[in-house]
C-alpha cells in the first residue's frame, strides 16, 4: 500500500497481560522502524529492521519486547507481561534506502496499560 | 533520548502569519527531517534536507540548515489554521538510520 498500517489503534491491557502490535510498511520499502512516543514531546527509538532482519536493536528492552517482521506477512511488535509504564503510543515507520531515506509513519497504536 | 532542543516549546500566532521554529543537535547528521503531528494523530513527513544543503523549499514550507552551527529553522509563510500541530525535526546519523527527534514545537494558529 502506499500508506504505512498499524493495527489496532488502540490497545487496553492489564498489567501483566501480552500486548501484540502490528505494522505493514509501505510496498517496496526494506526499512521498518518501530518508536515510542511516552510523553506528548519524546520519541524514544525501539527497533529496525532491513527485510525480514533485524537492523539495530540498540533501543529495545530486551526483557518483555521483541519484534519480528517475517516474509509476507505484518512485522509486529510484542511486549510480554507490559507494566504501567509501556503505556504509550507506538508508532512504525518504513523508507526506501534507494531514495533519501525519508521515514514515513503510521498513525500509531495508542497502549493503555491499567 | 532527544537529540536536541526545538525553540520555542509553543508558539502562539494569528492566521496569515509567518511562523518559524528552530531546531539544534548534538552531532554529525547525514539528514534532518521535519514531522508534523496533529493532536493525537501520527507524524506527517514535511521536508528533508541533506547535510550538504544549506536550503530547501516546499509549498509554504522553507527549511534551513547550518552545520556549522548545528541548527535548522522551518518557516510556514502566510499560516493558516490547519497549520495548529506539534513540528518535529529529527535527524538520522545515516540513510537508514534511526531518527532522534527533538523535543517539539507547539504552533497554534489562531483564525
Known amino acids: 500500500g502506499e500508506e504505512v498500517a498499524q493495527t489496532p489503534k488502540h490497545l487496553v491491557r492489564g498489567e501483566g497481560q501480552k500486548a501484540k502490535l502490528y505494522c505493514a510498511p509501505i510496498?517496496?520499502?526494506?526499512?521498518v522502524f518501530w518508536y515510542q512516543q511516552v510523553l506528548k514531546n519524546e520519541f524514544k527509538f525501539l527497533i529496525s529492521?532491513?527485510?525480514?532482519?533485524?537492523?539495530?536493536e540498540t533501543g529495545m528492552p530486551k526483557e518483555r519486547f521483541s519484534a519480528k517482521c517475517l516474509p509476507n506477512s505484518p512485522c509486529s511488535l510484542e511486549i510480554q507481561a507490559t507494566k504501567l509504564e509501556d503505556s504509550a503510543v507506538y508508532f512504525c515507520?518504513?523508507?526506501?534506502?534507494?531514495?533519501?531515506?525519508?521515514?514515513?509513519f503510521g498513525p500509531g497504536t495508542r497502549l493503555t496499560v491499567t | 533520548s532527544q537529540q536536541g532542543e526545538e525553540d520555542p516549546q509553543a508558539l502562539s500566532i494569528q492566521e496569515g502569519e509567518n511562523a518559524t521554529m528552530n531546531c539544534s543537535y548534538k552531532t554529525s547528521i547525514n539528514n534532518l527531517q521535519w514531522y508534523r503531528q496533529n493532536s493525537g494523530r501520527g507524524l506527517v513527513h514535511l521536508i528533508l534536507?541533506?547535510?550538504?544543503?544549506r536550503e530547501k523549499h516546499s509549498g509554504r514550507l522553507r527549511v534551513t540548515l547550518d552545520t556549522s552551527k548545528k541548527s535548522s529553522s522551518l518557516l510556514i509563510t502566510a499560516s493558516r489554521a490547519a497549520d495548529t500541530a506539534s513540528y518535529f525535526c529529527?535527524?538520522?546519523?545515516?540513510?537508514?538510520?534511526?531518527?532522534?527527534f527533538g523535543e517539539g514545537t507547539q504552533l497554534t494558529v489562531n483564525p
Open positions: 529529527a535527524t538520522d546519523a545515516w540513510t537508514g538510520s534511526r531518527l532522534t
Open positions: 534536507i541533506r547535510s550538504n544543503e
Open positions: 529492521f532491513q527485510n525480514e532482519n533485524v537492523f539495530d
Open positions: 515507520a518504513s523508507s526506501q534506502r534507494r531514495e533519501d531515506g525519508e521515514q514515513y
Open positions: 510496498k517496496g520499502h526494506s526499512y
